[in-house]
């Protein structure tokens, strides 16, 4: 829908310009509580309101456009788009090891205290649909045990779906945020079949866990994963 002429907004000169553009134009969609299918004031109606000219705008929208705020429509407008948290998170997730000097033992303590109680927490929250997700990763899994690259990347997939079966975005948005880390360690182990085969067993068990809705065997089964992972390294 299109949004009536709001009062100037005021940019934060510490800043680049554009970042600042970009920064006031969040709040913005923020405060007007705008949602997916929303339109944005057109860009003379934003000039006027930042304060800036055409290119820095165009620049803090295309910003916004990369990271999944809004959406340009052609002849239409830009509008906002319904935001994945989790998928920016997971976009950002190489910087946040390059930049925060986060190491495998960092990863693996974290996902110690993290993991099982989201394994907890899906047994309880899970839908049918979470449970039949689980076993399609588990079946691909053992499909594929002699292939690497294809079984790490549902290990991984099944470890995202228990965050979102957990009932609780914020464990989604966490675990995203640690899918790249969550490759790199898979890639640190010996590539050896034994070790792949005792990874899918800990995830029957603890699919099997959540199935029944057993909160206190998923997590023990969660903390006997990680704790088979850490004695790998």
């Given at each position: ?15 680049t310009l554009v ?30 309101m930042v304060g ?182």
């Open positions: 829908m299109s949004m009536p002429a709001a009062p100037a907004l005021r940019l934060e000169r510490r800043e970042e600042a553009t970009a920064r006031t134009l969040i709040r913005f969609i923020a405060k007007e509580r705008l949602v997916a299918g929303d339109r944005l004031p057109s860009e003379p109606e934003l000039i006027d800036v000219s055409r290119l820095p705008l165009r620049e803090a929208l295309s910003i916004l456009k990369g990271i999944g705020i809004v959406e340009a429509h052609h002849g239409k407008g830009v509008f906002v788009k319904n935001l994945d948290i989790a998928t920016v998170f997971s976009l950002l997730s190489p910087l946040l090891k390059a930049q925060s000097n986060i190491g495998v033992p960092q990863i693996i303590e974290a996902r110690s205290y993290l993991e099982p109680t989201i394994a907890s927490l899906a047994a309880t929250h899970r839908t049918g649909d979470h449970v039949a997700e689980l076993e399609r990763h588990n079946s691909r899994m053992r499909a594929d045990v002699d292939d690497r690259g294809t079984f790490i990347d549902s290990d991984v997939a099944f470890h995202q779906c228990l965050a979102r079966a957990a009932g609780n975005p914020i464990f989604h948005v966490f675990m995203a945020a640690l899918t790249d880390l969550l490759r790199e360690v898979q890639y640190r182990y010996p590539d050896q079949l034994e070790h792949r085969a005792a990874s899918l067993e800990f995830h029957e068990r603890i699919a099997a866990a959540v199935r029944d809705r057993d909160p206190e065997d998923a997590a023990d089964a969660m903390r006997e994963h990680i704790a088979y992972i850490s004695r790998r390294l």
